[in-house]
Nanobody
């Protein structure tokens, strides 16, 4: 059974940084689009960032562009800098076979995402 496991969440003050990781033992997902989504209490799950599974091409939500960086090696990462209280959410990693590009993942129906992690909580205090 494929598992995506997030880690690295926590409580941080505004302006601080966190690095999230997503591991997937036994898989590489080189032919997938890999990405991060987040869901704040009472709100929908929103796109954050995505990267081609083979590396390189990336895409970000406007709200995080310039502050967050997505990358991968044997795992998927999200470096989050200059965090703001509005970044508070549960962060999920995702793998999508049908998403042709990282930009596509930002607009896709979430029901076609193939694999989800269980999420890691990021809390940013003012």
């Amino acid at each position: 059974q494929v598992q995506l496991v997030e880690s690295g969440g926590g409580l941080v003050q505004a302006g601080g940084s966190l690095r999230l990781s997503c591991t997937f033992p036994g898989r590489t997902f080189s032919n997938y689009i890999l990405g991060w989504f987040r869901q704040a209490p009472g709100l929908e799950r929103d796109f954050v960032a995505a990267i081609r599974g083979s590396g390189g091409n990336k895409y970000y939500a406007d709200s995080v562009n310039g502050r967050f960086t997505v990358s991968r090696d044997n795992a998927l990462y999200l470096q989050m800098n200059n965090l703001k209280p509005e970044d508070t959410a549960v962060y999920y990693c995702a793998a999508c076979w049908k998403c042709s590009t990282p930009r596509t993942m930002a607009r896709v129906d979430l029901n076609i995402i193939d694999y989800w992690g269980k999420g890691t909580l990021v809390s940013v205090s003012a």
